[in-house]
């Protein structure tokens, strides 16, 4: 690595490890010896050792690959679990520059097998790899889900694409004892799992939020599930499926009158995402998500009728029609309780509600106390488990749980350490 190279790589890594995204020796080392403006060439070097993901292809306005933020591809290595001597395969190639980290980490006794289903991609990340000194890749054109048979079986599979279902390729190229890394969409939005093969299920063994991928493309191709709400923003709503919704209607609702509720449910600051706002997704259909496709301006309409106490954030829900019911976080930040001992805010719960339809409100409140009564589940202690989409569940499961059916599997998310719900 050239020398302006090797000191913003090294900010890089050093500020990852500080945040705790790098944790091992064996990441670390990665990063610091895979030269990442090689695989994004027209890149000035400030913006590569930066932690941002770069858009590398464009089709009809929608980016279909990139070369992912660095903690991001930190997070998901960690999980991974690489070893040396290791075979893994990884569904979407991308620029190439993963697949580099985890060979630095396999080392020559080991394999890494890239696949993507363009012929433009495959060539570009062969070429990006070459230049880097990582030939020993190899790296195919096929069909993320079909995976690639002919050089597994794989101690490690990764997928750098969302898919909403788990390929029955992918656990059939699983060795035994290996690993499956898929970042999942559940309703709308990803979660980076990361499953194990036990007793002929897949089950997870590290969830892990805010991660977002391009979906896989293909015969497993999913619906898409990002709506922008209007060319003059950059707020975006994460739904089960975008062409159930209206953009301009829900943009003139959000634009319009709005209701508010104080609930008898009360939360801290984070309980929201880290455990809520999974339990309204994995139950409802109607779960959407409005959140920032990069800055907000500072006079957009929308964000500022959705913010909270401290300006615009993520915001969980429902959707129906042209009603949103919604989820006004509490404060966030601790209190300062004297004597220098922080205390976290502990506020009740609102529902904002922007169109006509009332019980669309009453039905999230419902969930909310029906969180509350099943012991408040956090992602935390979320088990998801991928079952034969033939396969019956009696007997498997305890309450509380959720199913969603997919073509390949059934997935099944429940959180073992949680109470029985009391309704």
């Given at each position: 690595m050239d020398p302006e190279?090797?000191?913003?790589?090294?900010?890089?890594?050093?500020?990852?490890?500080?945040?705790?995204?790098?944790?091992?020796?064996?990441?670390?080392?990665?990063?610091?010896?895979?030269?990442?403006?090689?695989?994004?060439?027209n890149v000035p070097l400030a913006q590569v050792y930066s932690d941002q993901s770069f858009p590398t292809k464009i089709v009809d306005g929608r980016a279909v690959s990139s070369s992912s933020q660095p903690a991001v591809m930190a997070m998901m290595l960690e999980q991974l679990d690489l070893r040396q001597g290791q075979r893994v395969l990884e569904i979407g190639a991308g620029t190439g520059y993963n697949s580099a980290l985890m060979a630095h980490i396999v080392g020559n006794s080991g394999q890494v097998v890239a696949i993507d289903i363009d012929d433009d991609i495959v060539a570009a990340a062969r070429s990006h790899l070459n230049a880097a000194g990582y030939d020993r890749v190899q790296v195919e054109r096929g069909d993320g889900a079909l995976g690639y048979p002919a050089a597994g079986p794989y101690d490690r599979i990764i997928l750098t694409v969302g898919a909403s279902d788990i390929a029955s390729a992918w656990q059939a190229q699983l060795a035994a004892g290996g690993r499956l890394v898929v970042p999942l969409v559940l309703r709308a939005l990803q979660k980076s799992v990361a499953f194990e093969p036990k007793d002929?299920?897949?089950?997870?063994?590290?969830?892990l939020s805010g991660i977002f991928f391009m979906p896989l493309r293909g015969v497993l191709g999913d619906s898409e599930h990002l709506v922008r709400l209007g060319a003059d923003t950059?707020?975006?709503?994460?739904?089960?499926?975008?062409?159930?919704?209206?953009?301009?209607?829900?943009?003139?609702?959000?634009?319009?009158?709005?209701?508010?509720?104080?609930?008898?449910v009360y939360v801290v600051a984070g309980e929201i995402e880290a455990g809520l706002s999974t339990w309204l997704e994995l139950r409802r259909p109607e779960f959407c998500h409005i959140f920032a496709m990069g800055q907000v301006a500072d006079g957009d309409l929308i964000a500022k009728r959705l913010a909270g106490p401290d300006g615009f954030s993520p915001v969980s829900g429902m959707c129906r029609a042209t009603t949103l019911a919604l989820l006004v976080r509490p404060l966030s930040g601790p209190l300062d309780a004297g004597g220098g001992e922080p205390v976290e805010h502990v506020s009740p719960l609102l529902v904002r509600t922007v169109g006509t339809d009332d019980l669309l409100a009453d039905e999230l409140v419902d969930?909310?106390?029906?969180w509350d009564a099943a012991g408040r589940p956090m992602d935390s202690n979320l088990r998801i488990r991928a079952f034969p989409a033939e396969r019956t569940l009696r007997g498997v499961v305890g309450a509380p749980y959720a199913e969603l059916r997919k073509g390949e599997s059934r997935l099944v998310f429940d959180w073992p350490d949680a109470s029985t719900p009391s309704d």
């Open positions: 190279a090797a000191i913003l790589a090294g900010e890089l890594v050093t500020a990852l490890r500080e945040r705790g995204t790098i944790r091992s020796a064996a990441v670390e080392a990665a990063f610091r010896a895979v030269s990442r403006h090689l695989f994004l060439p002929g299920v897949l089950s997870s063994v590290s969830v950059s707020l975006a709503m994460a739904v089960d499926d975008a062409r159930r919704i209206d953009v301009d209607r829900v943009r003139a609702a959000l634009s319009g009158v709005t209701n508010e509720w104080t609930t008898d969930e909310l106390r029906a």
